[in-house]
């Protein structure tokens, strides 16, 4: 059998492709025939065909390649390539200069997470002291501020006397996008996702626009890429943040969801506090739903959410929840601690979802969680904190039922998972063994293969 290596997994695109010897939905010994990024065939015992580029998936699964609905490329792409600068990492100054020192490439440093417990508020001279021989940029831990030293500031053209930026990101992006070599982090980001089977992306950034459309058309990447955005984009869902802090007026937002509707887009809320679930119901009931509206993260959905979300989605299931169960696993410890204990059922909920009769897909929201769907599906179905307590008990999906958040087409997130059958789009993320041998690990280092016809 192939070794599964769970990273850098070039995808293999070959028009005329023949797999031999997969197992299909526990069928064993299934030979699958493509023709330009179609399946033609699925049968046993099928014939190589001249010229045809003969696959063998040793008795492994094949599945049809795996969606994440819910991910942030580029930011996964720069938080790949950057220095932790804060807790729990660094806390310490002489950590912080060590983090430094051992920064990998020969350019831009770009520091993330920082927090001024560590050594203050940075400033220019500061960081020149620090690393004064590469351009260096450093986030504050709030996303609101950014320290750079004297080389950066030169290279990107700012005038600052101390070094302390506030609020300029989206000036430092525009900036940086011309200096330094996004792309290829990019594409090398695509091919770490290829690694765990990933063959599509929903982009869910709500700051995607036009000009993140045409950086889109020139890259290279393995996944076919589902963009959200704000309103500038030609086509495709619009994403809407919500704040606790700071709602928007419900009128205003009642009208941005009818504009889109009117358009034929689909519209999908950002929803981490049940305040914001319930003022995004209540926009959606008022404005009337579009089939495949979505509701990112509903991170706590008690019983009365749960309820009115049933009612703003109907009979029709018009509203999709997607999921990130990679959270539980990732920070539910943080969450016994923080949130209320009646809460602790309601977190990040998934049979829940499924008994309520609502569509549910599944994303990983990298690089805010760890890009791994193994990862996310494994928490799907033991629901265990890092410490081993395990929440929301009554949450738990079978390992088909977590597969099924990441087969479900890119465009339908909570509809029917993909299949391997005539006529499916031919790309596939293959297993290193058998379905049954797998579905008790789910672990990265299942997949085989990510391939394309
Ligand atoms: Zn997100």
Redesign the pocket.
């Given at each position: 059998m192939p070794d599964g290596t769970g990273e850098h997994t070039p995808v293999d695109r070959r028009p005329a492709l023949l797999i031999v010897n997969a197992e299909v939905e526990g069928v064993a010994d299934v030979d699958v025939r493509c023709r330009d990024g179609r399946v033609v065939d699925v049968g046993r015992g099928l014939d190589a065909a001249p010229g045809e580029h003969v696959l063998d998936a040793c008795g492994g699964a094949l599945l049809p390649g795996l969606n994440d609905h819910?991910i942030?490329l580029f930011a996964l792409a720069a938080a790949r390539r950057s220095v932790k600068c804060g807790p729990p990492d660094v806390t310490t100054f002489a950590e912080l200069q060590a983090a430094l020192e051992a920064a990998p490439g020969e350019d831009w440093i770009r520091g993330v997470g920082y927090h001024e417990s560590v050594a203050g508020l940075l400033d220019s001279r500061s960081l020149d002291a620090l690393r004064g021989d590469r351009p260096v940029r450093i986030q504050h831990r709030s996303g609101k501020m950014w320290f750079v030293n004297s080389l950066a500031a030169r290279r990107l053209g700012i005038d600052t006397p101390n070094g302390q930026l506030f609020r300029l990101d989206g000036l430092l992006r525009k900036r940086l996008a011309e200096d330094e070599d996004l792309g290829r982090s990019v594409e090398e980001t695509s091919r770490l996702l290829a690694g765990y089977g990933i063959a599509g992306i929903t982009d869910?950034t709500y700051t995607n626009d036009s000009t993140t459309e045409a950086i889109y058309r020139q890259l290279n990447l393995c996944q076919q890429v589902n963009l959200m955005g704000d309103e500038s984009l030609p086509s495709g869902t619009v994403k809407i943040m919500l704040d606790d802090a700071a709602l928007p007026d419900v009128d205003h937002l009642q009208e941005r969801i009818a504009k889109a509707h009117a358009r034929k887009r689909r519209v999908a809320f950002?929803c981490v506090t049940r305040t914001e679930l319930v003022f995004a119901l209540t926009a959606l009931r008022a404005a009337g739903t579009l089939a495949g509206d979505r509701i990112?993260h509903a991170a706590v959905t008690d019983a009365a959410t749960m309820g009115l979300l049933q009612e703003v989605s109907g009979e029709a299931g018009h509203v999709t929840v997607v999921t990130q169960p990679n959270f539980i696993a990732e920070r539910g410890d943080r969450y016994l601690r923080d949130v209320p204990p009646e809460d602790h059922a309601s977190l990040y909920r998934c049979r829940g979802f499924l008994e309520a009769g609502l569509p549910l897909g599944g994303g990983t929201?990298a690089p805010?969680g760890d890009p791994d769907p193994w990862a996310a599906m494994r928490a799907a179905v033991e629901r265990q904190t890092p410490d081993g307590q395990v929440v929301g008990a009554d949450e738990k999906l079978t390992p088909e039922q977590a597969l099924a958040l990441f087969l479900a087409p890119l465009d339908d997130p909570g509809g029917a998972p993909r299949r391997v059958e005539i006529g499916a789009a031919a790309d596939f993320c293959v297993l290193t063994r058998p379905w049954n041998g797998a579905r008790s690990a789910l672990a990265a280092n299942l997949v085989a293969e990510c391939v394309k016809a």
């Open positions: 819910h942030h869910a950002h990112e929201d805010y």
